[in-house]
T-cell receptor, first 112, second 113 residues
Framework: QKEVEQDPGPLSVPEGAIVSLNCTYS??????FMWYRQYSRKGPELLMY????GNKEDGRFTAQVDKSSKYISLFIRDSQPSDSATYLC????????????FGAGTRLFVKA | NAGVMQNPRHLVRRRGQEARLRCSPM?????VYWYRQLPEEGLKFMVY????????ESGMPKERFSAEFPKEGPSILRIQQVVRGDSAAYFC???????????FGPGTRLTVT
């Protein structure tokens, strides 16, 4: 079993839709939870960063962490064609080398 | 303030040659991480370095791969005697410290022919 599971998609939605992206994980030591956006042939770009459980909102993006269920989500409101990219969840523990474990990424297509 | 720089952006090597990938972290960042990304896969952690020290190399193959982050100059990921399976995108990220945001470079795409 992978430490972080993420559905690779692809996920195709119409412009203006609400997008829900999710990851599950198995390591209860994870405390830092991140979402990255990666355009084709580019480096990942940090979108959201959450420590421990709870919600965080930034513009059209909302990140949720449910540590009891080992489940994290990213919601994108009023999706735009420019949101079409691969979204990677990532997480890290407080100890043990601080290495970040990534999900496989979900490819999102937003149709105009 | 320039972001994380990686060069070369594309590198072609024949089997058995050496590949040297460079990463210049953001100004003021002393923590560097290297990742490998295969097509349709997420990023796999390889090594975490601070200036002149390897902190965690648990994701790096024991053979042929090495990394350094000298006091002066960029971090270097070195792959000796490359094989076709080494073809991938290699990304580095830098941060101010542990528990802070990582910023990624644009990656180096290595092709082994």
């Amino acid at each position: 079993q992978k430490e972080v599971e993420q559905d690779p998609g692809p996920l195709s939605v119409p412009e203006g839709a609400i997008v829900s992206l999710n990851c599950t994980y198995s390591n209860s030591a994870f405390q830092y939870f991140m979402w990255y956006r990666q355009y084709s042939r580019k480096g990942p770009e940090l979108l959201m960063y959450t420590y421990s459980s709870g919600n965080k909102e930034d513009g059209r993006f909302t990140a949720q962490v449910d540590k009891s269920s080992k489940y994290i989500s990213l919601f994108i409101r009023d999706s735009q064609p420019s949101d079409s990219a691969t979204y990677l969840c990532a997480m890290r523990a407080d100890t043990g080398g601080f290495k970040t474990i990534f999900g496989a990424g979900t490819r999102l297509f937003v149709k105009a | 303030n320039a972001g994380v720089m990686q060069n070369p952006r594309h590198l072609v090597r024949r089997r058995g040659q050496e590949a040297r990938l460079r990463c210049s972290p953001m100004k003021g960042h002393s923590h560097v991480y290297w990742y490998r990304q295969l097509p349709e896969e997420g990023l796999k952690f390889m090594v975490y370095l601070q200036k002149e020290n390897i902190i965690d190399e648990s994701g790096m193959p024991k053979e042929r791969f090495s990394a350094e982050f000298p006091k002066e100059g960029p971090s270097i990921l070195r792959i000796q005697q490359v094989v076709r399976g080494d073809s991938a995108a290699y990304f580095c990220a830098s941060s101010l410290g542990t528990g802070t945001n990582d910023y990624f470079g644009p990656g180096t795409r290595l092709t082994v022919t």
